[in-house]
């Protein structure tokens, strides 16, 4: 079963404008990861976030955690036509050997 | 550095036959995993391999079989491929299968049965 749920699943910006989307998850989490997927491409990992901390940047990334109300955001600013891709948050769980258990994704278009 | 291969990029078969998705990566990895990707359903684990020597069962194993062939690299088998199976395959690696890993993904192989 899915562990993670993003939202929305499609969103469509122009450049220049920030994208916001967002994961919920059902379990309690050790981490939760981001990742992304250009069309017919492999994923790609953008940022990890641990269960004991609320926010963190990369770049143009900003991830935010709320462990009490089960849910991730990430947003990106200042988006380029670039970022059109497929983003999936990935959350591990569990006690012992880690496996990661992806979302639907939210598919981003930016527009020129 | 090539990071995670996959061969074959595209594959077609008819029902009932079978075939085996390779994988190999180059960057010491110790764990390995196979995906499957559906029109909206996201990614699920197949079938995982923690280390060489070691396979375990994803969320969704049944019709596939998988082999560590060594610590490059992870097959993938359908020995009898179904409709269903229809799908596209990742193979992703990661360096030890800890909390904090992070996994680097191949490039997949799209596979359609018949």
């Known amino acids: 079963s899915q562990q993670g749920e993003e939202d929305p699943q499609a969103l469509s910006i122009q450049e220049g404008e920030n994208a916001t989307m967002n994961c919920s998850y059902k379990?309690?989490?050790?981490?939760l990861q981001w990742y992304r997927q250009n069309s017919g491409r492999g994923l790609v990992h953008l940022i990890l976030?641990?269960?004991?901390?609320r926010e963190k940047h990369s770049g143009r990334l900003r991830v935010t955690l709320d462990t009490s109300k089960k849910s991730s955001s990430l947003l990106i600013t200042a988006s380029r036509a670039a970022d059109t891709a497929s983003y999936f948050c990935?959350?591990?769980?569990?006690?012992?050997?880690?496996?990661?258990?992806f979302g639907k994704g939210t598919m981003l278009l930016v527009s020129p | 550095n090539a990071g995670v291969t996959q061969t074959p990029k595209f594959q077609v078969l008819k029902t009932g036959q079978s075939m085996t998705l390779q994988c190999a990566q180059d960057?010491?990895?110790?764990?390995m995993y196979w995906y499957r990707q559906d029109p909206g359903m996201g990614l699920r684990l197949i079938y995982y391999s923690a280390s060489e020597g070691t396979t375990d069962k994803g969320e969704v194993p049944n019709g596939y079989n998988v082999s560590r062939l060594n610590k490059r690299e992870f097959s993938l088998r359908l020995e009898s491929a179904a409709p269903s199976q229809t799908s596209v395959y990742f193979c992703a690696s990661s360096l030890a299968g800890v909390r904090t890993d992070t996994q680097y993904f191949g490039p997949g192989t799209r596979l359609t049965v018949l």
């Open positions: 990935a959350t591990e769980r569990g006690s012992g050997y880690s496996t990661l258990t």
């Open positions: 960057m010491n990895h110790n764990s």
């Open positions: 379990t309690s989490i050790n981490n």
């Open positions: 976030i641990r269960s004991n901390e």
